[in-house]
């Protein structure tokens, strides 16, 4: 009987496709500047994830309250 074995070396994994932001699409500068914050999620290391998202939604949380918004003071 023939003995099935995996490969002598391991399989390339997939990397995932991060989507592109539209910086065009984004009319506020303090939303996109909270985005920025994602540019270089794809080459951190995962357990610096929880710290890069957490700025994220600091800033914008900050945009949104900030005057002039929807949901800040005008």
């Known amino acids: 009987m023939t003995e099935l074995t995996g490969p002598e070396e391991p399989a390339a994994q997939p990397s995932p496709d991060w989507p592109v932001l539209d910086a065009a699409a984004i009319s506020d500068s ?3 500047q909270a985005l920025a914050a994602l540019d270089g999620l794809p080459g951190t290391p995962v357990e610096h994830h929880e710290e890069t ?12 309250d900030s005057p002039g918004t929807e949901g800040g003071t005008a």
């Open 30 to 32: 303090a939303v996109s």
């Open 53 to 64: 998202y957490a700025l994220l939604h600091d800033g914008l949380l900050a945009a949104l």
